[in-house]
């Protein structure tokens, strides 16, 4: 599975995947709220990544790329429209320690067309 990384970081306690915000700034906030999501479960649930292997598409080829490329978009959009305003960082389950964290894989399903 590709995964969309908009930012990559070790620091203030969120390492790995970050699909949204900047943790640069999290020491900045009077109050951080950082969410989590589980990327695969949200990947099953879009439509585009499902073809993939309902079709066979072979990895590397073409159809491969466009697919994942229409998966990713969905992707960034849906963890997008759920976290802003609401979240200053969203990153991968267990990706983040020593702040206090909120799962919003399911919300973020819930948005997927």
Do not use: C
Request: without cysteine; aromatic residues 8%; positive net charge.
């Amino acid at each position: 599975m590709a995964t969309l990384i908009l930012y990559s970081s070790l620091s203030q306690g969120v390492s790995g995947r970050v699909y949204f915000g900047d943790p640069k700034t999290l020491e900045q906030q009077v109050n951080p709220k950082v969410a989590t999501v589980r990327a695969k479960e949200v990947y099953e649930r879009i439509a585009s990544y499902r073809k993939i292997s309902e079709e066979g598409v072979e990895k590397g080829s073409a159809r491969y790329q466009q697919l994942m490329l229409k998966a990713t978009n969905t992707f960034k959009v849906v963890v997008q429209a759920e976290a802003n305003g609401k979240y200053h960082v969203v990153a991968e389950e267990g990706k983040v320690s020593g702040y206090k964290v909120y799962d919003i894989t399911q919300s973020v399903i819930q948005r997927l067309p």
